[in-house]
């Protein structure tokens, strides 16, 4: 299994742009994370979707984040007008069965706002 | 304040040595977890322990829980280079269905 994929790896943005990242969870599971790591903040869970439906959102830091999950094997993670508090890494995770299970993690996409 | 909190915030030991992080959290379980994460990667499962266990092995780890003391340990023995990294404990939040993770130990393995 390749894994939980997350695209871009990297992205560098302006200012007052939308920014857009993506996650492929590992085929078969059914709930999918998304968290953001920062030095101050450590990892913070932003949202997770069980069976493609968001079933928690209260760590979505405001109206500027918003999270789709259309099916089982994509979600994304869109910022609009990113800010440059928002610069971090994004961890898309995935598992199956209770949400507290072992969770599988991605790479991470490291943004930088400008 | 954080569920899970990791003590020490980072370790420096000598290859060979054993490692000991530990972490304290405040509500009631299903199960805690260890992960660990190199610098730039994403985090990595190492164990899950539930509330009725008391100790657990795997490997090289170690891992300890006390629901009394809401407390839990993770023993890495005969450290390596390759053990450097940070480790994090989560814990679920019983009723709230997620996991919570805390701020981490940074352990450095000295060659």
């Known amino acids: 299994d390749a894994g939980v994929i997350q695209s871009p790896r990297h992205e560098v943005t302006e200012m007052g742009q939308e920014v857009t990242l993506r996650c492929k969870p590992i085929?078969?599971?059914?709930?999918l994370f998304w968290y953001r790591q920062t030095m101050m903040r450590g990892l913070e869970l932003l949202i997770y979707f069980n069976n493609n439906v968001p079933i928690d959102d209260s760590g979505m830091p405001e109206d500027r984040f918003s999270a789709k999950m259309p099916n089982a094997s994509f979600s994304t993670l869109k910022i609009q007008p990113s800010e440059p508090r928002d610069s971090a890494v994004y961890f898309c995770?995935?598992?199956?069965?209770?949400?507290?299970?072992?969770?599988?993690f991605g790479p991470g996409t490291r943004l930088t706002v400008l | 304040s954080q569920q899970g909190e990791e003590d020490p915030q980072a370790l420096s030991i000598q290859e060979g040595e054993n490692a000991t992080m530990n972490c304290s959290y405040k509500?009631?379980?299903?199960?805690l977890q260890w992960y660990r994460q190199n610098s730039g990667r994403g985090l990595v499962h190492l164990i899950l322990?539930?509330?009725?266990?008391r100790e657990k092995h795997s490997g090289r780890l170690r891992v300890t829980l006390d629901t009394s003391k809401k407390s839990s340990s993770l023993l890495i023995t005969a450290s390596r280079a390759a053990d450097t990294a940070s480790y994090f404990c989560a814990t679920d939040l019983q009723g709230a269905q997620k996991l919570v993770f805390g701020q981490g130990t940074r352990l450095t393995i000295n060659p």
């Open positions: 995770a995935s598992n199956v069965g209770y949400s507290y299970n072992e969770q599988f």
């Open positions: 322990i539930r509330s009725n266990e």
């Open positions: 509500t009631s379980i299903n199960n």
């Open positions: 085929s078969g599971h059914n709930s």
